[in-house]
C-alpha cells in the first residue's frame, strides 16, 4: 500500500533563516506531488506541483522554492523564512486510477 | 476563477442527529469533488471523491452529492457520533491543460462538534 512521510513534524525557526522540509512517497510510482499550506483562519493554499523529477509549477509567489531530485521524493525549501510563512504544511499525492488525492501528516511551521 | 464556499463554519449537533454540510462552487466546469476530514493538527483524510459524471457517491453513514449546473456539494452524515467530531473540507477538481485532473481548490472547511 501507499504511504506518504514527511518531516519534521514540528519546526519553530527565526526570520530569516533557511528552511527545508521533505516529503517522500512509498508504494508507487511517478505520482503526481503537491506542496499545500494551511495559515490559521485560511483554507489550503497550494504552493507547489510536480508531474515528475525536476518538474515543478508554482502557484503563489513566494520566497519559497520547491524540488523534485528522486521520483518520489517533494522538497519544499526557502532560503530566508519570513513571519508570514508560518503555516501547517502539507505534502499530497494523486492515485492515478481513482484521482483521490491523499495527504501526509504534515509540518507545523512556526517563525518567529 | 474557481472560488469554493463552504457553509456554515461551525457547527454543533447533539449525537444521533442527521445533518447536512454544504458546499458550492463559483464553477460549473470540474474534473471532480472531494470531501475530505481534517483532524486538529493532523493531516487530510479522503472521505469519498465524486466525478463530474457522477451524481453521488456513499461511503458507510456518509452520502456526497453533486449538482453541477448549480455549483453545489453536499455532505450527508446520518447517525451522528461524536467521533465524527472534525473539520471537514470540500475541494474541487480543476482540469488541466491535457484535459485531466489539475490542482484541487479547497473551501475553509465546516468545523463539526457532535455533543456526545
Known amino acids: 500500500s501507499q504511504t506518504i512521510h514527511q518531516w519534521p513534524a514540528t519546526l519553530v525557526q527565526p526570520v530569516g533563516s533557511p528552511l527545508s522540509l521533505e516529503c517522500t512517497v512509498e508504494?508507487?510510482?511517478?505520482?503526481?506531488l503537491y506542496w499545500y499550506r494551511q495559515a490559521a483562519g485560511r483554507g489550503l493554499q497550494l504552493l507547489f506541483y510536480?508531474?515528475?523529477?525536476?518538474?515543478i509549477s508554482s502557484e503563489v509567489p513566494q520566497n519559497l522554492s520547491a524540488s523534485r531530485p528522486q521520483d518520489r521524493q517533494f522538497i519544499l525549501s526557502s532560503k530566508k523564512l519570513l513571519l508570514s510563512d508560518s503555516g501547517f504544511y502539507l505534502c499530497?499525492?494523486?492515485?492515478?486510477?481513482?484521482?483521490?488525492?491523499?495527504f501526509g501528516p504534515g509540518t507545523r511551521l512556526t517563525v518567529l | 476563477k474557481q472560488e469554493v464556499t463552504q457553509i456554515p463554519a461551525a457547527l454543533s449537533v447533539p449525537e444521533g442527529e442527521n445533518l447536512v454540510l454544504n458546499c458550492s462552487f463559483t464553477?460549473?466546469?470540474?474534473?471532480?469533488l472531494q470531501w475530505f476530514r481534517q483532524d486538529p493538527g493532523k493531516g487530510l483524510t479522503s472521505l469519498l471523491l465524486?466525478?463530474?459524471?457522477?451524481r453521488e457517491q456513499t461511503s458507510g453513514r456518509l452520502n456526497a452529492s453533486l449538482d453541477k449546473s448549480s455549483g453545489r456539494s453536499t455532505l450527508y452524515i446520518a447517525a451522528s457520533q461524536p467521533g465524527d467530531s472534525a473539520t471537514y473540507l470540500c475541494?474541487?477538481?480543476?482540469?488541466?491543460?491535457?484535459?485531466?485532473?489539475?490542482?484541487?481548490?479547497f473551501g475553509k472547511g465546516t468545523k463539526l462538534s457532535v455533543k456526545p
Open positions: 499530497a499525492w494523486v492515485e492515478g486510477e481513482t484521482d483521490t488525492q491523499y
Open positions: 508504494g508507487t510510482s511517478n505520482p503526481n
Open positions: 510536480s508531474v515528475g523529477i525536476g518538474q
Open positions: 464553477d460549473s466546469a470540474i474534473y471532480n
Open positions: 465524486i466525478q463530474s459524471s457522477q
Open positions: 475541494a474541487v477538481g480543476a482540469f488541466n491543460y491535457g484535459g485531466s485532473q489539475g490542482n484541487l481548490i
